[in-house]
C-alpha cells in the first residue's frame, strides 16, 4: 500500500510569516511522529499522536510550533512566526502502534523547510 | 538521558569493500535498537532492528550486531555497492517511551 506523504517537499519562506506542514500516514497506523532534522544533527523528536489520547508535545522547541491530527489520520504541524533557525527538514513517521517494542516507524520523505 | 553517537561522521570506500559503521549508546537500558538508511531527498528506510534480547540481525549484505552492556552496535556491509551510498542512522528505543533517539549519522560514499 502507500507510505507515508509529506506535503510540500520543499518550502520556503521569509522570516515571520507561518507555516503549515501535513504528513499522511499510513491508512490504519494510530501512531503518528514528528520529527526535525537539521544540518549536520540528527534526527529530533517533536510530538507523537497516539490514537485518542492526548499527544505527547515534550519535543516542541518553542509555543511557535503547534501540531493536530484530525480523525486519527492527517496530521498538521504549524510554526508561527518562523525563524531561520527554523530551517530544516521536518519528518513525519507513523506506526501501527506505538506502544509495541518491536514496531518499526515508517518515514515520510520530509518536507525541507528554508526560512529566510 | 540517552545519547547516540555515531563514528565516523563519514567514510569513503572503493567498491566490494567490506565495511563497518558504529553506534554506540550511554545507557544500556534499551528496547531495541534499529539501522535505518537515508537517501538524499528520501525519508528514512529501516533496515535492521534488534530486540534488547537479540545479539544480532541480519538481512543480505547486512548485518548488526548488539552488545548492550558496553552500549555499541555495529553495521557490518558485505560487498560493498555504489548503491549502498547513503547515510546510515542508528536509533535506539528505551523502556517507558515509544521515542526513537537518534544517532547523528555515518555519509557512506562507495566509489565505483
Known amino acids: 500500500g502507500a507510505g507515508v506523504s509529506q506535503s510540500p517537499s520543499n518550502k520556503v519562506t521569509e522570516k515571520g510569516k507561518d507555516v503549515e506542514l501535513r504528513c499522511d500516514p499510513i491508512s490504519g497506523h494510530t501512531a503518528l511522529y514528528w520529527y526535525r532534522q537539521s544540518l549536520g544533527q540528527g534526527l529530533e523528536f517533536l510530538i507523537y499522536?497516539?490514537?485518542?489520547?492526548?499527544?505527547?508535545k515534550s519535543g516542541l522547541p518553542s509555543d511557535r510550533f503547534s501540531a493536530e491530527r484530525t480523525g486519527g489520520s492527517v496530521s498538521t504541524l504549524t510554526i508561527q512566526r518562523t525563524q531561520q533557525e527554523d530551517s530544516a527538514v521536518y519528518l513525519c513517521a507513523s506506526s501501527r502502534e506505538g506502544r509495541l517494542i518491536q514496531e518499526t516507524q515508517y518515514f515520510g520523505p520530509g518536507t525541507r523547510l528554508l526560512v529566510l | 538521558k540517552q545519547e547516540v553517537t555515531q563514528i565516523p561522521a563519514a567514510l569513503s570506500v572503493p567498491e566490494g569493500e567490506n565495511l563497518v559503521l558504529n553506534c554506540s549508546f550511554t545507557?544500556?537500558?534499551?528496547?531495541?535498537l534499529q539501522w535505518f538508511r537515508q537517501d538524499p531527498g528520501k525519508g528514512l528506510t529501516s533496515l535492521l532492528l534488534i530486540q534488547s534480547s537479540q545479539r544480532e540481525q541480519t538481512s543480505g549484505r547486512l548485518n548488526a550486531s548488539l552488545d548492550k552492556s558496553s552500549g555499541r552496535s555495529t553495521l557490518y556491509i558485505a560487498a560493498s555497492q555504489p548503491g549502498d551510498s547513503a547515510t546510515y542512522l542508528c536509533?535506539?528505543?528505551?523502556?517507558?517511551?515509544?521515542?526513537?533517539?537518534f544517532g547523528t549519522g555515518t555519509r557512506l560514499k562507495v566509489l565505483a
Open positions: 545507557d544500556s537500558a534499551i528496547y531495541n
Open positions: 536509533a535506539v528505543k528505551s523502556p517507558g517511551t515509544y521515542k526513537y533517539i
Open positions: 499522536f497516539q490514537g485518542n489520547s492526548a499527544p505527547d
